[in-house]
Nanobody, 122 residues
């Protein structure tokens, strides 16, 4: 059974940084996409950044490009999202997903975490 567990959310002021972590367990061997999505109140879910587990192909949404960096530690089965220069518009629930079929738009994935809240105040 696949489990996806996020951590690392919190509250920061504009310009601050946070690092999200996501531990993924139970996935079979192979190359698949893992990703971070987010959903703000009243808005649709959007893909933030994706990476392939074994080949490091990445996607970063324009809205966070240059500020957010996705990375992974395969030995720890952990995905990270380093978020720098945070803006109030980044406030959302952030979700980790594994075996992602579509990183763009609202996304599509087989396995989702429960989410971790990020709040950025001005």
């Amino acid at each position: 059974q696949v489990q996806v567990v996020e951590s690392g959310g919190g509250s920061v002021q504009t310009g601050g940084s946070l690092r999200l972590s996501c531990t993924v367990s139970g996935l079979p061997f192979g190359d698949y996409t893992v990703a971070w999505f987010r959903q703000a109140p009243g808005k649709e879910r959007e893909g933030v950044s994706c990476i392939t587990w074994r080949t490091d192909n990445t996607y970063v949404a324009d809205s966070v490009k240059g500020r957010f960096t996705i990375s992974k530690d395969v030995s720890k089965n952990t995905l990270y999202l380093q978020m720098n220069n945070l803006e109030p518009e980044d406030t959302a629930m952030y979700y980790c997903a594994a075996v992602v079929w579509d990183c763009t738009g609202s996304g599509s994935a087989n396995n989702w975490g429960q989410g971790t809240q990020v709040t950025v105040s001005s």
